[in-house]
Structure formats: structure tokens, C-alpha cells
């Protein structure tokens, strides 16, 4: 019998987790897989979760059992990151790739892709394959990476984004992702940092003016009933890596290993595939919720050259050097 315990305090989280299990009672051969991320329970990362848990099981016939948290009951984004790399919890997706490795942003420039399709070419290609193995570094193993839905949207309260000089002097929500606080600031606004599943009420009391999410989590986290606008910016996308503590990883035996790396891939390619074709559907359920409108190109050319000092600073930081921005955006081409 599981034992019920409180999660209402992160400081809790880690008492319910309880340390990284690699052999519980049941079975001295069986592995205890515990996953926790903060999208809705109806959200398409965490269908595909179920997915793998399902396929996960059936092919390892229960030597591995997976345990699904989500809606953030475990704690936010970053505290669950923390928890994964420390062993305390087994996996999680969301939002802090950084903390795995910081070169994970180099997905995140803005306006890097034309399209969804180049994104995962770079992604499952060789220099995608090596940014994930490098997160081993840091605690964590990554078995599949994904696109986390399609890209990146901004909407608003009190006016629409039509050219560069709209978005200045709003404050506009942003996660913890360096990537998004450096384009915020370098359209002349102001990046606000608010926890995910604390957006809607800073909307509705306008602690900020507006957030910026693809369309499905625009819609899934209901941000259209305290907004006005949407602008198609199309700006950014973000990865959605699987992170798995590497300490639990490592203590499975080869052949648990090799399904665990199926089952991730599988999922992660449902997920793909699944997020993206939703996000038209996503995108005409705004169209009915709010004044959507599209970027011209002329305006989007101005956007562009508006926030090039991005890409120059992670350069200049030596977070990655331009011949590795050339290596992406070549992959994605193949």
C-alpha cells in the first residue's frame, strides 16, 4: 500500500519522493521510476508520459514501474530539476534545460528556425546527440529530445504587437530561461519572473501585462480568459528534453537500459508529433478567444534585427561559439 503524505510544501516533496529506489521490496530485481512535471494533467506531455509508462512497463513485464506526478503537485520546474539531480526524484520535462546544459539555449535563439521540421533535424542530429550526452556532466541523462509544442506566441492586455515599438515598456511574464529574458529586454521590455502555475492570477490582477507560450499552453492553462490580444510572432521554440537522474540510469542492467531508451523515444517522437499537429487546432480556439494577428514581414525583418544582439551575447559569453549556431541551423537544413 502506497502512504499518503502532504506535498503542499516543497520541503515536503523530498520526504514523498523518498530517495532514488533501484530495488524495492516488491521484487529484488524490479526499478521504481517516479516522473513529476507541471503541465495539466490533460496536457499532451503528460498523455505521452502515460504512453511510456504503459509501453515502459509492458516491455520490462513490471521490472521497472513508473509512477506519474503532474500539475506541479511535487514542486515547480526548478525544484523538481533539483530533485532529479540529486537522485530524489527519477525524471521529470519542463522548462530548465540550462541546468542540464546551458548550450540546450542555443535552441532557443530568436527567430533561429523557419519551421518545426528544422527543428527537430537539429535536435535528433549529431550535434543534438551531443548537447544531451554533455548533460551527463551536470547529473542528469537524456534518452530523447523533443520540441516542447510549437513556437512561441505573445499576448497582452492592453494593446496588440504588431511592430517592435508595441512591446516596448511592457512587462511581460517570462520563465526562468536566460534565453527569453535577454529578447524580452532586447525589445525594450520587461521580463517578469512568475511561476508557471502562478501566470493566470498575475494576468487577471496585472502584476503583468502579458506572457508569451505556444498556443497550447496558452489554451490548456486558460491565459486567453485574462488576455486581450495574441500577436503570431513565431519568435522561439523550446526543447523539451526527458531528464533522468543519471545515478538511477546507471544502476539499471543493460537489457532494462535498452527498453527504458525505446520507450523514451517513442514517447517523446508521440509527443512531437502530437503537439505540433494540435497547435493549428490550439491556434483557431485563441482565434475564437482573442484578437489574434499576425506579424508582416516587413515587421518581422525589424524583430530580427531588433534582438540579433542575443545571439551575439551568448557568443560573446562563450556559451557557444558561432561556428555551433552554423552546425545547428546546418542540421536543420539535411
Same mark, same amino acid.
Given at each position: 500500500?502506497?502512504?499518503?503524505?502532504?506535498?503542499?510544501?516543497?520541503?515536503?516533496?523530498?520526504?514523498?519522493?523518498?530517495?532514488?529506489?533501484?530495488?524495492?521490496?516488491?521484487? &529484488?530485481?524490479?526499478?521504481?521510476?517516479?516522473?513529476?512535471?507541471?503541465?495539466?494533467?490533460?496536457?499532451? #506531455?503528460? +498523455?505521452?508520459?502515460?504512453?511510456? +509508462?504503459?509501453? !515502459?512497463?509492458?516491455?520490462?513485464?513490471?521490472?521497472?514501474?513508473?509512477?506519474?506526478?503532474?500539475?506541479?503537485?511535487?514542486?515547480?520546474?526548478?525544484?523538481?530539476?533539483?530533485?532529479?539531480?540529486?537522485?530524489?526524484?527519477?525524471?521529470? #520535462?519542463?522548462?530548465?534545460?540550462?541546468? &542540464?546544459?546551458?548550450?540546450?539555449?542555443?535552441?532557443?535563439?530568436?527567430?533561429?528556425?523557419?519551421?518545426?521540421?528544422?527543428?527537430?533535424?537539429?535536435?535528433?542530429?549529431?550535434?543534438?546527440?551531443?548537447?544531451?550526452?554533455?548533460?551527463?556532466?551536470?547529473?542528469?541523462?537524456?534518452? &530523447?529530445?523533443?520540441?516542447?509544442?510549437?513556437?512561441?506566441?505573445?499576448?497582452?492586455?492592453?494593446?496588440?504587437?504588431?511592430?517592435?515599438?508595441?512591446? +516596448?515598456?511592457?512587462?511581460?511574464?517570462?520563465?526562468?530561461?536566460?534565453?527569453?529574458?535577454?529578447?524580452?529586454?532586447? !525589445?525594450?521590455?520587461?521580463?517578469?519572473?512568475?511561476?508557471?502555475?502562478?501566470?493566470?492570477?498575475?494576468?487577471?490582477?496585472?502584476?503583468?501585462?502579458?506572457?508569451?507560450?505556444?498556443?497550447?499552453?496558452?489554451?490548456?492553462?486558460?491565459?486567453?480568459?485574462?488576455?486581450?490580444?495574441?500577436?503570431?510572432?513565431?519568435?522561439?521554440?523550446?526543447?523539451?528534453?526527458?531528464?533522468?537522474?543519471?545515478?538511477?540510469?546507471?544502476? !539499471?542492467?543493460?537489457?532494462?537500459?535498452?527498453?527504458?531508451?525505446?520507450?523514451?523515444?517513442?514517447?517523446?517522437?508521440?509527443?512531437?508529433?502530437?503537439?505540433?499537429?494540435?497547435?493549428?487546432?490550439?491556434?483557431?480556439?485563441?482565434?475564437?478567444?482573442?484578437?489574434?494577428?499576425?506579424?508582416?514581414?516587413?515587421?518581422?525583418?525589424?524583430?530580427?534585427?531588433?534582438? +540579433?544582439?542575443?545571439?551575439?551575447?551568448?557568443?560573446?559569453?562563450?556559451?557557444?561559439?558561432?561556428?555551433?549556431?552554423?552546425?545547428?541551423?546546418?542540421?536543420?537544413?539535411?
Amino acid at each position: 500500500k502506497h502512504r499518503i503524505m502532504s506535498v503542499a510544501l516543497a520541503a515536503a516533496c523530498a520526504a514523498l519522493i523518498g530517495p532514488a529506489q533501484t530495488a524495492p521490496a516488491a521484487a &529484488a530485481d524490479a526499478y521504481l521510476f517516479k516522473f513529476a512535471h507541471s503541465q495539466p494533467l490533460t496536457s499532451v #506531455r503528460h +498523455k505521452s508520459m502515460e504512453l511510456f +509508462k504503459e509501453d !515502459l512497463e509492458k516491455a520490462t513485464n513490471g521490472r521497472i514501474k513508473v509512477e506519474l506526478f503532474g500539475a506541479g503537485v511535487l514542486g515547480n520546474e526548478s525544484e523538481v530539476m533539483d530533485m532529479v539531480k540529486v537522485g530524489n526524484l527519477q525524471g521529470t #520535462r519542463g522548462s530548465q534545460f540550462a541546468k &542540464a546544459n546551458p548550450k540546450f539555449l542555443i535552441y532557443t535563439l530568436p527567430f533561429l528556425f523557419q519551421d518545426t521540421d528544422s527543428v527537430l533535424k537539429a535536435m535528433r542530429g549529431e550535434a543534438g546527440q551531443r548537447i544531451a550526452a554533455a548533460s551527463k556532466e551536470n547529473g542528469f541523462y537524456i534518452p &530523447a529530445t523533443g520540441v516542447a509544442g510549437g513556437f512561441r506566441q505573445i499576448t497582452t492586455a492592453n494593446r496588440p504587437i504588431e511592430t517592435v515599438d508595441d512591446v +516596448k515598456g511592457l512587462k511581460i511574464r517570462t520563465p526562468p530561461i536566460d534565453s527569453i529574458v535577454q529578447t524580452i529586454k532586447a !525589445l525594450d521590455a520587461s521580463p517578469q519572473s512568475v511561476a508557471y502555475k502562478e501566470t493566470y492570477m498575475a494576468l487577471k490582477t496585472g502584476v503583468v501585462d502579458g506572457q508569451e507560450n505556444p498556443c497550447s499552453n496558452i489554451v490548456e492553462m486558460k491565459f486567453y480568459e485574462v488576455q486581450k490580444y495574441m500577436s503570431l510572432v513565431n519568435y522561439q521554440i523550446h526543447p523539451d528534453p526527458m531528464f533522468v537522474s543519471l545515478k538511477w540510469y546507471e544502476g !539499471l542492467p543493460a537489457d532494462l537500459k535498452a527498453a527504458f531508451d525505446a520507450s523514451s523515444r517513442k514517447a517523446m517522437e508521440w509527443s512531437d508529433t502530437t503537439w505540433l499537429a494540435s497547435e493549428a487546432d490550439y491556434q483557431k480556439t485563441l482565434e475564437e478567444k482573442l484578437k489574434v494577428n499576425a506579424i508582416s514581414d516587413e515587421n518581422r525583418a525589424k524583430f530580427v534585427a531588433k534582438v +540579433k544582439s542575443v545571439w551575439t551575447h551568448y557568443v560573446q559569453q562563450g556559451l557557444f561559439t558561432e561556428a555551433e549556431i552554423h552546425e545547428v541551423l546546418g542540421a536543420a537544413k539535411k
